[in-house]
């Protein structure tokens, strides 16, 4: 006697599972950090060539695609007061759901950083580190040190 434990969606059979005891299927495919509504995909158990009733499943979300690193390149600057540059951060992976960071200086007297976008402004000879910090839940930073010198006169 075989017994299929059987995923659909649409009609349309996605995967089986064959045995004993318990049976566990897979759902391919799905977006991370994404809600699916109950009863987008059924199941049902097949067995000596007869399906039972088909049964929703529950609504669920997918976990996120979390920050595993977040790096600048360069990671060291020279800027003369008065200059502007820009900060880039990158995050790792690529197909982080969230992927965004929020650039601070330890040192806004020496130099300002926009906070959204990484924009720097060289203000006052000195050193400051700008640090990087991603807004997905694993706050994952990285640091760039920028050493700013006299406007020549």
Known sequence: ??????????????????????????????????????????????????ESEKV???????????????????ENLSLVAGDDDVAVATVTPSTASNSEV???????????????GGDLHAVAPGTATITATAKDSTHKTAHMTVVVTAAEE
Request: hydrophobic share 30%.
């Open 102 to 116: 929020t650039y601070t200086s330890d040192h806004p007297e020496i130099v300002t950083v926009d906070s959204e």
């Open 1 to 50: 006697m075989v017994r299929r434990l059987k995923l659909y969606t649409n009609g349309e059979l996605k995967d089986t599972a064959e045995g004993e005891g318990r049976l566990t299927v897979s759902i391919s495919g799905l977006e991370p950090a994404t809600s699916y509504p109950a009863g987008i995909y059924q199941v049902c158990f097949e067995e000596n060539g007869k």
């Open 56 to 74: 929703d499943s529950p609504a669920f979300t997918t976990k996120p695609i979390l920050v595993t690193s977040v790096t600048f390149t360069p």
